[in-house]
Nanobody, 123 residues
């Protein structure tokens, strides 16, 4: 079992930036892919970005490509999501998740989840 704790959410104006952090503990050796997801009110949870824990290969949703950057610090068991040029449509609860599957992308691929952190972008 992997435990995940997110931090760094908040309120920001459109065009601003935020950095989310996700600290992992427990059976971290079993993690293969780490991901960030978001869920806005009345919408399904959607994939935002993923990173392979060992190789650091990344993947992004088209809606955040060139604005968001996912990274990881292997020594700190922490994954980050740097969010730039934020827009009101980025408003959502952001979740960190861990998967043991090699080609994880969809939320159903991920077994361990954090509690979520709210990101609100005002216009």
């Amino acid at each position: 079992q992997v435990q995940l704790v997110e931090s760094g959410g908040g309120l920001v104006q459109a065009g601003g930036s935020l950095r989310l952090s996700c600290a992992a503990s427990g059976r971290t050796f079993s993690m293969y892919v780490m991901g960030w997801f978001r869920q806005a009110p009345g919408k399904e949870r959607e994939s935002v970005a993923t990173i392979s824990w060992r190789s650091a290969v990344t993947r992004y949703a088209d809606s955040v490509k060139d604005r968001f950057t996912i990274s990881r610090d292997y020594t700190k068991n922490t994954v980050y999501l740097q969010m730039n040029s934020l827009q009101p449509e980025d408003t959502a609860v952001y979740y960190c998740a861990a998967s043991q599957l090699r080609s994880s992308w969809s939320a159903t691929d991920f077994r361990s989840w954090g509690q979520g952190t709210q990101v609100t972008v005002s216009s």
